[in-house]
Protein backbone atom coordinates (compact mmCIF):
# COMPACT_ATOMS: atom_id res chain seq x y z
CA UNK A 1 0.00 0.00 0.00
CA UNK A 2 1.19 3.17 -0.62
CA UNK A 3 0.75 6.52 0.93
CA UNK A 4 1.62 10.09 1.10
CA UNK A 5 2.17 10.74 4.73
CA UNK A 6 2.62 14.24 5.66
CA UNK A 7 3.38 14.45 9.32
CA UNK A 8 4.43 12.37 12.18
CA UNK A 9 3.61 13.46 15.85
CA UNK A 10 5.78 11.21 18.67
CA UNK A 11 3.31 10.77 21.40
CA UNK A 12 4.31 10.91 24.98
CA UNK A 13 2.40 9.42 28.04
CA UNK A 14 2.36 11.50 31.24
CA UNK A 15 0.77 11.14 34.62
CA UNK A 16 0.91 15.13 34.73
CA UNK A 17 0.58 16.66 31.23
CA UNK A 18 1.15 20.68 32.34
CA UNK A 19 4.24 19.76 34.33
CA UNK A 20 5.67 17.80 31.81
CA UNK A 21 4.91 20.70 29.25
CA UNK A 22 7.02 23.03 31.79
CA UNK A 23 9.70 20.95 32.58
CA UNK A 24 10.02 20.50 28.44
CA UNK A 25 9.60 24.03 27.55
CA UNK A 26 11.87 25.12 30.83
CA UNK A 27 14.77 22.77 30.97
CA UNK A 28 14.95 21.91 27.30
CA UNK A 29 14.36 24.88 25.53
CA UNK A 30 10.85 22.96 23.41
CA UNK A 31 8.03 25.50 22.35
CA UNK A 32 4.77 26.26 24.10
CA UNK A 33 2.39 24.56 21.70
CA UNK A 34 -0.19 24.99 24.02
CA UNK A 35 -2.56 22.95 26.83
CA UNK A 36 -6.04 22.43 26.22
CA UNK A 37 -8.68 22.33 29.17
CA UNK A 38 -11.85 21.07 30.00
CA UNK A 39 -14.52 23.64 31.15
CA UNK A 40 -13.69 23.01 34.74
CA UNK A 41 -9.71 23.45 33.73
CA UNK A 42 -8.47 20.07 33.74
CA UNK A 43 -5.31 19.52 31.40
CA UNK A 44 -5.92 16.92 28.79
CA UNK A 45 -4.06 17.37 25.88
CA UNK A 46 -0.81 19.35 25.57
CA UNK A 47 2.02 20.11 22.40
CA UNK A 48 5.18 21.14 22.39
CA UNK A 49 7.64 21.65 20.09
CA UNK A 50 11.33 21.53 18.33
CA UNK A 51 11.69 23.70 15.73
CA UNK A 52 8.86 22.92 13.30
CA UNK A 53 8.34 18.80 14.96
CA UNK A 54 5.08 19.07 17.16
CA UNK A 55 5.17 16.24 20.25
CA UNK A 56 2.16 15.50 21.68
CA UNK A 57 1.83 14.74 25.54
CA UNK A 58 -1.32 12.70 26.21
CA UNK A 59 -2.86 11.42 29.59
CA UNK A 60 -2.22 7.93 31.14
CA UNK A 61 -4.61 5.91 30.36
CA UNK A 62 -5.51 2.00 31.13
CA UNK A 63 -8.07 2.17 28.63
CA UNK A 64 -5.57 3.31 26.23
CA UNK A 65 -2.83 0.93 27.41
CA UNK A 66 -0.62 4.18 27.98
CA UNK A 67 1.87 4.50 30.41
CA UNK A 68 4.89 6.66 31.40
CA UNK A 69 8.26 5.05 32.04
CA UNK A 70 8.71 6.50 35.75
CA UNK A 71 5.74 3.72 36.25
CA UNK A 72 6.70 1.30 34.39
CA UNK A 73 10.23 1.47 35.70
CA UNK A 74 11.86 1.16 32.10
CA UNK A 75 11.70 3.15 28.93
CA UNK A 76 11.01 1.61 25.18
CA UNK A 77 12.28 4.36 23.18
CA UNK A 78 13.14 8.01 23.29
CA UNK A 79 13.36 10.91 20.81
CA UNK A 80 16.52 12.57 19.56
CA UNK A 81 16.59 16.02 19.01
CA UNK A 82 19.16 17.98 16.70
CA UNK A 83 20.41 21.40 18.07
CA UNK A 84 22.98 24.21 16.87
CA UNK A 85 24.87 23.38 19.93
CA UNK A 86 24.98 20.20 21.58
CA UNK A 87 27.53 21.63 24.53
CA UNK A 88 25.87 24.99 25.12
CA UNK A 89 22.33 23.18 25.02
CA UNK A 90 23.66 20.22 27.80
CA UNK A 91 24.75 23.58 29.78
CA UNK A 92 21.77 25.01 29.74
CA UNK A 93 19.71 21.88 30.74
CA UNK A 94 21.96 20.70 33.23
CA UNK A 95 22.03 24.15 34.66
CA UNK A 96 17.78 24.15 34.52
CA UNK A 97 17.80 21.17 36.58
CA UNK A 98 18.00 17.87 33.73
CA UNK A 99 18.37 14.33 34.58
CA UNK A 100 20.94 14.11 32.74
CA UNK A 101 21.91 10.37 31.81
CA UNK A 102 24.92 11.29 29.90
CA UNK A 103 27.53 14.08 29.25
CA UNK A 104 28.01 15.13 25.32
CA UNK A 105 29.93 12.70 23.36
CA UNK A 106 31.27 12.12 20.18
CA UNK A 107 29.54 9.14 19.07
CA UNK A 108 30.97 6.59 16.11
CA UNK A 109 27.59 7.21 14.16
CA UNK A 110 28.50 10.78 13.45
CA UNK A 111 26.64 12.59 16.28
CA UNK A 112 27.81 14.32 19.38
CA UNK A 113 25.18 14.09 22.19
CA UNK A 114 24.20 13.84 25.40
CA UNK A 115 21.20 12.19 27.04
CA UNK A 116 18.78 12.70 29.73
CA UNK A 117 15.31 12.03 31.52
CA UNK A 118 11.93 13.93 31.90
CA UNK A 119 9.92 13.72 35.18
CA UNK A 120 8.30 10.98 33.35
CA UNK A 121 10.77 9.43 32.78
CA UNK A 122 10.72 10.00 29.12
CA UNK A 123 14.23 9.53 27.55
CA UNK A 124 15.92 12.22 25.35
CA UNK A 125 18.81 12.59 23.70
CA UNK A 126 19.90 15.91 22.27
CA UNK A 127 22.52 16.40 19.47
CA UNK A 128 24.52 17.70 17.03
CA UNK A 129 25.91 16.46 13.55
CA UNK A 130 29.90 15.86 13.77
CA UNK A 131 31.23 17.51 10.23
Known amino acids: MQSNFTEVFP ?12 FLVRVFGLASGGLERTPNGEV ?18 ETNSLST ?3 L ?6 IVVY ?3 V ?19 NQPYGQREYGARDPEGHYWWF ?3 LA
Not at 13 to 22: F, N, P, Q, V
Not at 44 to 61: F, Q
Not at 73 to 78: K, M, N, P, R
Open 73 to 78: GYAVGG
Open 69 to 71: PAK
Open 127 to 129: ATP
Open 44 to 61: VHGEVRAGERRIWLHLTS
Open 11 to 22: VLACSDIAGEHD
Open 87 to 105: DAHFKAARDAGANITHEPA
Open 83 to 85: VDD
